[in-house]
Each structure stands twice: as C-alpha cells, then as structure tokens.
C-alpha cells in the first residue's frame, strides 16, 4: 500500500513504534462513520512490511475493525476491506473468497436471486484466483438490484416490474403495466433498466395514484419536491411535466407550474432552458443561489438578481453590491456592460446615484465615439431600448447616433422607433441621411440584415416603403432565404412572399418595364413551393398581362470562372459534409429530450432549412451559370466584364468594374450588372452621359477588365 494512504497520525505513529498510542488512535479511527478503510488497511500493511515485521499485530488490528464492522453490518465496507488487506486479516489458504461470499450472502440476504446468481457467476469456480472472484464481486453488485418483483424504468417503454429470473437464458423478464413484456440481458439490465426506489414519483404513480392526485391538487410544492428529489439532479420544466403525465393535466399545467416552482426550496439554474433543484432548506436554497451568483457572469449576475433577489432582501442588497461595483469596473472598458448592470439595479429598487460614472446620465453625458460603443455592447434588448430613450432625452446630437446605429442593430423591433423618430425630425440632413440608408438597404440588404427585414416587414403595410424601388425589393426579397446572413430570419422572409404579404403588394407597385425582371427574379427563387410560385406569378401576370407570351424560364447568370468554381466548392460542401452533419446533429438534439424546450433541436432544425434552402438556390443559380470570357469582351461598349471610368461634373472621378451579382462588392467599385447603377452604364459608349446620385457623369474610359 501507498505510504501515502495511511493516515498522517497513524504514519507517525507506526515509524516510531508506539504500539499502544497507535491502538488507541486505530480504536477512534475505526469507529467514524465512515471509516476510511483503503488508509487504514494501508496501515494494517505497513504495520506488517515495517523494520519489525509484526504481522501478528497489523492482524490484531484488522480484527478489531472486522468486528467493528461485523457489528454494525456494514457488510459492503467489509468487501472494501477484504479487498484492500484480506490475506493479512484472514489468511492466504483461499479462505479470503470464502470470505467475501459469507459477506455478500450477508449484504444480500433478502434477495430471492442471490444464489442463483452466485452460480451463474461462477463463484464455486476457481475460488484461488482471488482476482477472478473480485470480478465475480462487481458482478453480483451489478446483478442485485433486478431481485423479483423490483419495479424499473425503462426509457421508451415506461414503469414495469421483474417478473422472471432466466438463468438458462441469462435475462430478466420485464413485465410493463403498459405495453408488452421484455427480455433483457443480464449484461444489459444495468444500462436499460433503472430501479426505482418506493419514493420513487414513477413508482409512486402507479402503487399510490390517489395520493399522488391529491398532492397535485393541495400542495403542488410538495409533488415538485417528490420529483426533483426523485431524480436527484437538476431538471428542465419539459422532464417535470413528462414525470407528471396524466397526473397534472395539459389544461392545469400553467396554473400549477407556476404555484410549485415559486417555493423558496426551488434552486432555478442556467438561462434560456432553465433547469431546478430543490434544497435542503430555506437557508441551503438562499446559499445555492448566492454560490451560484458568484460563480456567474456579469449578465448572469443581472438575470440572477431578477429572478431570485425577491427570495430575500438582505441576498438581493448583497447581490446589488456586488452589481454595482461591477458597473464601476465596467465604465471605461465596457460601457454597454455598466449600462445594463445600471438598468438591472434600477428595476431591482437599487438605482445608481446621478453623480456614479456608471449611471445612465453620466454614461449618456460621454463623447459620440463611447456612446456608440456603448450601445454596440447593450445585449439585453430591453436594455439597449432604454438606452435609446436616454440618448433621445440627453443628446442633442441624438440623430447622427441613430443614423450611425441603425445598420447595426440587430433586432427589428428596435429598428422601427429609431426610423420613426428619425422621420419625425425637422432637420434636412436627418432626412437625407435616412433616405440614403433607406435606398442602401434595397442595393446591399447583406450589410444590415436586421433591418432590410425591418424594411420588407414594413413594407407590407407602408406604400412609401415599398415604392422606393419595389423591383429591388422583390429581388432581394426571393433571394435572401437563400443568404447565409438572412439564415435566422428564414421563417419571417418566407412568410413575406405569401398571398396578400410583401412581395404581392410591391409587384402592384412595379413598372411595365420592371414586370419581366421581378419575373425572373421569381423563377429563380428555387426555395418557393409550384403553388407559392404560381400564387405570385397569376398576380404578377393579372398587372402585366403583356408578359404572358415572355420566357418564363430564368435568364442566364454571368459570373468569373473562379465565382462558380467557388459556388460549386460551397454546394458540394453543403450537400456531402453539412447536410449530415446537421443530420447527426438534428438526432443527437432530438435525443436530449422534450422538443419544446430542447434549444439545441431547435437550432439543428433551423440548421437545416437554411442549409437545404441555400443548397437549392445554389443548385438553381448553377444551372444558369456562364462564365465570363474576358478574351472576347468588346470595350467599345460598356458591357459585362469592363472596367469602367466615370468623370463628374464637378471633376471627380471614379472607376467602376462591371461583373455578375456574385462578384457584387460596390465598397471595392465592383457592381452587379444587374443593380440600378449598371444599368444605366450598360450599352453606353466613350463621351456619352448617366445621371449619378451627385448629378451627371460622363463616360472617360472603357477597357477589358483585368480579374
């Protein structure tokens, strides 16, 4: 044995021989609960491999905590120590394995299949091979808790009880008080089967229904206590009421959550998918959740004092102490952080004072620059809107903020009040600026998602919106689905092409010259179900009956050979790595659990529609796809593929490169030949004139470009 396994005081006492001290230690020792039997059969060890080699004594030892064990039937402490010193406590002749069956027949003698077992183990086998019979051990101990008549859980198949031992078959016979019996394996019971003890609420549901009912209906605390404790984890809201099915109805589900989960014994752990605990007591429950506050984040610190700071005023005054220095830490590195610590200690009754640096008026009273920062690191939506409210109320240059904040928000409900109070300014250049905004979102809509989906929601409503460029609407509208940026906002864009939506009401709005384009832009959308599309198409053909006799098939799509290459590369890498991995991951989530609350199935799901919606887009696009063959482009004329110099008015000049939508990057003077600007560069020659955003300009060069 390990020199390290023996007890400090007993080491001392063994290395200096004081026999009669190291009885009187071994005598307190050996009568704690529990006693520690692998240090002190460690010990017994070194007492017998000493100097002096008085095994007779380490034996005397061993005996008198055998018998202290004897007498208090710790029969399993009994097998430890067997296992740890049995030659030295009762010989090396093989009476060790006869030992250890005494002890077992003593741990287990109310078990009607304990000899049976210690047959089919083989313990009348090799009884020398003191290894082999530890084996057997864990055998048996694996074994014992499928006695006759004990009632298990199965996943899957619900509550039954053991209704047969087949030792020629090696299984256990299940019967289910639901469903059909079952078989299963010795070998398998322990990994299939989970006893349930008589506290046990699925086992109490079928031996004690009534009392189980009436617990349900009087004292919904106590029934979630039964839960909690018979499970003994954490569990999610979804895993309580799956224990208490048919006990507590689909109808009373609300009323009697709410009434058992506000005991001050419930412990609330995690954010999102909550999960709950019960403790011991009151004063556990309030240690728990100061532990766990601690222990958290910042922003879990802030949920944590919402959620629990009611329990008790002097864990919430703690809490908010903690907070508020927190904020103070926070100001100059993160402002957005202190800001939200501020708001949560407002709610809480515990506001800053006006004169902190982190209140909202000191914080509001910064330069442009911080502010700007600070509502970029606002992550509680609530939060960031009051934020909002307090640069209205304290910022004379509140404007230029909002204007500078409004590609970058990132939920359309905050979206909406910032342009309308933009609208409602007297100011010109407020007004050019949202304008300009506004008209970005129809050319680049990838740049600020949020807030073109802002835009097309609203659009359904806003004639104003919609007849911006209602054409550049329905072609950005059919293909973001199919955008990776737009993959949270799936669900909300598809809904926008549906009868009587968005894109029905801006194809009334297009002009006699936009009909054959948004047309195309229809036919491309592969997403779109035949009756979505045909939906569309009879109202785009109702407005424009000219174009019924025009190609309905969508036009080609001209792109740079390394575009396509790159296009194909992304295709295969959804269909061949991602699909089954999501697929895998779909499965793994489903497994975890109640899908109503099982996040992580919720976002593989959401996975995989961007991903089968983005794959049939691509493949769509593909088919259409043609390279550009710079080796014949003709720059006599402003065509796809030149390179393209534009001198203003005023002397500017700027240089413009013509490729397809999928080499689109107007930052780096890149255009779509299918965006407005294009259009009107297309067919134009040296000399001749376009009218630009800044007045006319006049076409200086054209040459081939070079990709």
Not at 37 to 55: F, K, P, T, Y
Not at 136 to 146: D, F, G, Q, S, T
Not at 189 to 216: N, V, Y
Not at 238 to 257: C, F, Q
């Amino acid at each position: 044995m390990a020199k390290a396994n023996v007890p400090p005081a007993l080491l001392t006492l063994i290395d200096v021989g004081e026999l009669e001290a190291l009885e009187d230690e071994w005598m307190r020792l050996i009568a704690e609960k529990p006693p520690d039997v692998v240090g002190l059969a460690a010990a017994a060890q070194r007492v017998s491999a000493g100097e002096s080699g008085d095994s007779d004594h380490a034996a005397f030892l061993l005996d008198l905590f055998d018998e202290q064990l004897k007498g208090r039937k710790a029969w399993r402490l009994r097998l430890e120590l067997l296992r740890h010193a049995g030659p030295l406590l009762v010989g090396e002749d093989g009476s060790v394995h006869d030992e250890i069956v005494a002890t077992l027949e003593k741990l287990y003698h109310d078990r009607e299949i304990l000899a049976g077992m210690l047959e089919e183990v083989g313990f009348g086998k090799a009884t020398h091979d003191v290894k082999k019979t530890w084996e057997k051990v864990e055998r048996i101990h694996a074994l014992m808790p499928y006695d006759l008549g004990t009632i298990v859980a199965m996943e899957g198949r619900g509550v039954g009880r053991v209704a047969d031992v087949n030792l020629q078959l090696s299984s256990f016979k299940v019967e289910f008080f639901t469903g059909s019996p079952l078989n299963v394996g010795f070998r398998a019971a322990p990994k299939m089967l989970d006893p349930l003890p008589e506290e046990h609420i699925l086992r109490r549901k079928i031996e004690q229904p009534e009392e189980i009912a009436k617990l349900a209906k009087d004292d919904p605390p106590a029934l979630l206590r039964v839960v909690l404790l018979s499970r003994g984890r954490e569990m999610a809201a979804g895993e309580v009421r799956a224990d208490l099915a048919g006990i507590v109805s689909d109808s009373r589900w609300a009323s009697w959550w709410n009434a058992a989960r506000k005991h001050p014994q419930v412990v609330v752990h995690g954010k999102g998918r909550q999960t709950y605990s019960w403790a011991e007591s009151e004063d556990h429950a309030l240690d728990a959740v100061w532990s766990a506050f601690e222990a958290a984040g910042p922003r879990k610190k802030i949920d944590l004092l919402r959620r629990e700071g009611e329990r008790d005023p002097d864990l919430a005054s703690r809490m908010a102490d903690n907070l508020s220095a927190l904020a103070a830490e926070a100001v100059d590195e993160d402002p957005g952080l202190a800001f939200e610590l501020a708001c949560s200690l407002d709610r809480a009754g515990h506001a800053p004072d006006p004169d902190d640096p982190w209140s909202p008026a000191s914080l509001m009273a910064s330069s442009e620059k911080k502010v700007l920062a600070l509502l970029d690191g606002v992550e509680d939506r609530t939060a960031r809107e009051t934020a909002y409210r307090e640069v209205r109320k304290r910022r004379e240059d509140w404007a230029r903020v909002y204007l500078a904040r409004l590609p970058r928000e990132e939920e359309t409900k905050l979206v909406e009040p910032l342009v309308a109070e933009l609208a409602e300014d007297d100011d010109e250049t407020t007004a050019k600026e949202l304008g300009r905004f506004l008209d970005r979102l129809l050319v680049q809509p990838q740049k600020s998602p949020t807030a073109f989906v802002w835009f097309a929601e609203s659009a359904a409503e806003d004639g104003e919106l919609r007849r911006r460029n209602p054409l550049r609407l329905l072609q950005h509208l059919f293909a973001a689905v199919g955008r990776e940026e737009f993959a949270s906002y799936r669900v909300r864009l598809r809904a926008l092409v549906e009868k009587g939506s968005t894109a029905a009401l801006a194809i009334r709005d297009l002009g006699d010259d936009q009909a054959p384009a948004a047309r195309e832009a229809l036919h491309r959308a592969g997403y779109l179900e035949s009756y979505e599309r045909d939906e569309l198409e009879r109202v785009l053909l109702l407005r424009f009956p000219a174009i019924d006799g025009e190609s309905q098939t969508a036009d080609v799509l001209w792109a740079t050979a390394d575009s396509i290459a790159a296009k194909r590369a992304e295709l295969d890498d959804i269909t061949k790595k991602e699909l089954p991995a999501n697929r895998t991951a779909i499965q793994v989530a489903r497994e975890m659990g109640d899908l109503r609350e099982n996040f992580e199935y919720k976002a593989a799901r959401q996975r995989h529609e961007y991903l089968s919606a983005r794959a049939t887009q691509l493949n769509g696009d593909l088919n259409r796809a043609r390279p550009i063959d710079f080796s014949v482009v003709d720059p006599s004329k402003v065509r796809v593929g030149t390179k393209v110099k534009l001198a203003g008015a005023n002397g500017d000049e700027r240089v413009l490169t013509v490729l397809g939508p999928w080499e689109s990057a107007p930052e780096n003077g890149i255009i779509s030949y299918e965006s407005d600007l294009a259009q009107k560069l297309l067919g134009k020659g040296v000399g001749e004139e376009i009218e630009g955003k800044e007045g006319k300009e006049t076409v200086a060069e054209i040459e081939v470009a070079k990709v």
